[in-house]
């Protein structure tokens, strides 16, 4: 399950970000980032199923530090 969601959230990722890219449209920038926020929470707890609790940690901090941005682009954008 998480396999499938790490995988829809990547191409989230990717497509939003080469859309950003690709138009200079920022006004979607909170979006990307939330879904990346959204991706490294997915990995982390993925990461922390396998064993590998330094690489799954790093990716919670990630994941707070990313999600944490994004509100702010959702709240303080001008």
């Known amino acids: 399950m998480l396999k ?4 829809m959230l990547a191409i989230t990722v990717v497509v939003s970000a080469g859309y950003v890219l690709v138009t200079n449209h920022f006004d979607f920038q909170p979006y990307m980032l939330f879904f990346l926020s ?5 990995m982390g707890l993925d990461e922390f199923q396998k ?27 001008s």
């Open 4 to 7: 499938i969601l790490r995988i």
């Open 38 to 42: 959204l991706l490294m929470l997915v």
């Open 51 to 77: 064993g590998r609790k330094d690489y799954g940690l790093t990716c919670i901090v990630l994941f707070l530090f990313v999600f944490f941005v994004s509100v702010q682009g959702f709240f303080f954008n």
